[in-house]
């Protein structure tokens, strides 16, 4: 059984930094490409990092030089650091694996954790 769960969120005033966690279990983590996303009230779902699992690493121009994405595939761990938060960032944030394989692709969803900046 897949699992991902995610953890560091919380509350944190505008210029704050958050360290978000998501271990993952049931996968052969680092062959999976590992992507943050975050869902804002009335908004939709959006990307906000990925990581491959050859390390190439991109970002979402909302986030470029405020937010490092890493992973540690001995804890089958993804991490996103976020600094410089903005009342803008304030969304649950949801970590995804990733892969294809000759079956199709593969998806996996954690349950989310909740990020709040306060101006």
């Known amino acids: 059984q897949v699992q991902l769960v995610e953890s560091g969120g919380g509350l944190v005033q505008a210029g704050g930094s958050l360290r978000l966690s998501c271990a993952a279990s049931g996968i052969i983590f680092s062959f999976y490409t590992m992507g943050w996303y975050r869902q804002a009230p009335g908004k939709q779902r959006e990307l906000v990092a990925t990581i491959f699992s050859g390390s190439r690493i991109s970002y979402a121009d909302s986030v470029k030089g405020r937010f490092t994405i890493s992973r540690d595939n001995a804890k089958n761990t993804v991490y996103l650091q976020m600094i410089s938060l903005k009342p803008e960032d304030t969304a649950v944030y949801y970590c995804?694996?990733?892969?294809?394989?000759?079956?199709?692709?593969?998806?996996?969803w954690g349950q989310g954790t909740q990020v709040t900046v306060s101006s």
């Open positions: 995804n694996a990733h892969r294809v394989l000759g079956t199709g692709e593969h998806d996996y």
